[in-house]
């Protein structure tokens, strides 16, 4: 089975822009995952959604939200962008749970 | 506040040791843990979970809730172990929201 992939892998946006990041989960996963990972924090929970729902959600500001489609594949969209959300966005897929996650490559996010 | 504790953040260990990644967490509760891996150019991967109780690798890890731990342990370390290795705690009474540890990058010297 083809892995999780994430599109773009690197993407460069100035403060108050808005950007939306993609993520394919593995064929027949049904639960995405999104992490934001940074030097400072490691990696921290955004959320997560199973069957077009949010079913977890981390301590993130409105600002982040995601979406995720019938075909389970998921967006996530930050807006009015900050310095301080310069970092890699992992998003992970899984059958039915976070037991076992698959990740995906990243995103890396630079804010300017 | 802080879930999931790693308190080494570089160990080093020669090849053929003994290693033992340090795992501390704190949850009023019963957590799931995990231990994943993301080796050079690799993508974060799962190496093995607490409820499972397998040995993946070579590595294992028990659940000590006394102590509130889970550290990861190897008898003889090889080199291909050398990684980042990340600790991991679901919590059930809030949400299932995922916690990871800050990661210990672990080199195992030839």
């Known amino acids: 089975k083809a892995g999780v992939t994430q599109t773009p892998r690197y993407l460069i946006k100035t403060r108050g822009q808005q950007v939306t990041l993609s993520c394919s989960p593995i064929?027949?996963?049904?639960?995405v995952s999104w992490y934001q990972q940074t030097p400072g924090q490691g990696l921290q929970f955004l959320f997560e959604?199973?069957?077009?729902?949010?079913?977890n959600k981390g301590n993130f500001p409105g600002r982040f939200s995601g979406r995720q489609f019938s075909n389970s594949r998921s967006e996530m969209n930050v807006s009015t962008l900050e310095l301080g959300d310069s970092a890699l966005y992992l998003c992970?897929?899984?059958?039915?749970?976070?037991?076992?996650?698959?990740f995906g490559p990243g995103t890396r996010l630079t804010v300017l | 506040a802080q879930r999931v504790t790693q308190p080494e953040k570089l160990l080093s260990v020669f090849k053929g040791a003994p290693v033992e990644l340090k795992c501390n967490y704190s949850?009023?509760?019963?957590?799931?843990l995990f231990w994943y891996v993301q080796y050079s150019r690799q993508r974060l991967q799962l190496l093995l979970r607490?409820?499972s109780r397998e040995s993946i690798k070579g590595f294992t890890a028990d659940l000590n809730k006394g102590e509130t731990s889970f550290h990861l342990k190897k008898p003889f370390a090889q080199e291909e172990d050398s990684a980042m290795y990340y600790c991991?705690?679901?919590?059930?009474?809030?949400?299932?929201?995922?916690?990871f540890g800050t990661g210990t990058s672990l080199t195992v010297i030839p």
């Open positions: 992970a897929s899984s059958p039915d749970n976070m037991r076992e996650q698959f």
């Open positions: 064929s027949g996963h049904r639960s």
């Open positions: 959604y199973f069957s077009e729902t949010q079913r």
């Open positions: 949850y009023s509760g019963s957590p799931e």
């Open positions: 607490h409820i």
């Open positions: 991991a705690l679901s919590a059930p009474n809030t949400g299932n929201q995922f916690y």
